[in-house]
């Protein structure tokens, strides 16, 4: 394979406050150092952080809403402007969020604050003044759960998915500790890993582990339905962040 080092780049992922860089080279060429790099979708930073990549998201979405608020000046059905917001708006901030979702309240918040302004949206369409819309009452009407709880309803049906075979990886299968009952009162269906460091403890698989545990009581990920759970993970959810 040949390739072209104009389009080529390097980046080194680490967490050292001075780390020592090497100086690649490709065909004669030093190779532009990054610490940022996109791949199918998803930023990914050299110190282990989706902070840009969340950021990136919201701006996407601010102004496809934007974009939507525009277009359909005069409209008032909730049901129409909520099609539009699941189709163009909502996609947007859930796409691999298996990878990405955060765990700093900052970034969640940003993350609400983009339904938060379709709610808000559809309550001064109504009539209702923009600082007087009624937010949590507009969300139940319309049945949307906040983006924290669908994630994590993601979480838990990848897991399932990955437990069923219906996602062909076995080296991520590896990695799922899946506990031995004991005769304990513990009814954890995952081990539970002593991580060091946040971005372990916070990562994708120790993540979802956890959140298999949390609703092991309500569900069983070797037999229900995707429907089933992400209906009753919501469900155990429902409420503002």
């Known amino acids: 394979m040949k390739l072209n080092s104009s389009k080529c780049s390097v980046m080194s992922f680490g967490r050292l406050r001075d780390p020592r860089y090497f100086q690649y080279t490709l065909d004669g060429r030093a190779l532009d150092r990054v610490f940022t790099v996109r791949d199918l979708g998803v930023t990914f930073s050299a110190v282990f952080s989706f902070n840009a990549h ?22 008032t059905s909730p049901v129409v402007l909520k099609m539009l917001y699941s189709s163009f708006v909502r996609q947007l901030l859930e796409y691999a969020s298996t990878v ?10 940003k993350l609400e604050a983009v339904q938060r302004r379709f709610l808000r949206l559809v309550g001064t369409r109504r009539g209702h003044q923009f ?51 004991s005769a304990t009162r513990s009814r954890d269906l995952f081990g539970r890993r002593h991580s060091l460091r946040d971005y372990d403890f916070h990562g994708p698989l120790a993540r979802m582990m956890r959140l298999g545990n949390n609703f092991c009581h309500l569900l069983d990920l070797f037999h229900d339905s995707a429907s089933a759970i992400r209906g009753r993970v919501l469900a ?4 503002p962040v």
Not at 135 to 143: C, G, I, K, P, S
Not at 150 to 159: C, E, G, I, P
């Open 100 to 109: 990405w979702s955060p765990y700093r309240l900052t970034l969640i918040w």
């Open 54 to 75: 969340v950021d990136d998201l919201c701006r996407r979405a601010h102004r496809m809403l934007g974009f939507i608020s525009r277009s359909t000046r005069g409209m």
């Open 236 to 239: 155990s959810l429902r409420g």
């Open 131 to 181: 600082r007087e819309v009624p937010l949590a009452y507009l969300q139940n009407e319309l049945l949307l759960p906040d983006l924290l709880a669908r994630r994590k309803a993601a979480d838990v049906l990848f897991l399932a998915k990955l437990l069923n075979g219906l996602l062909d990886c076995p080296s991520l299968l590896a990695q799922v500790d899946i506990r031995i009952p």
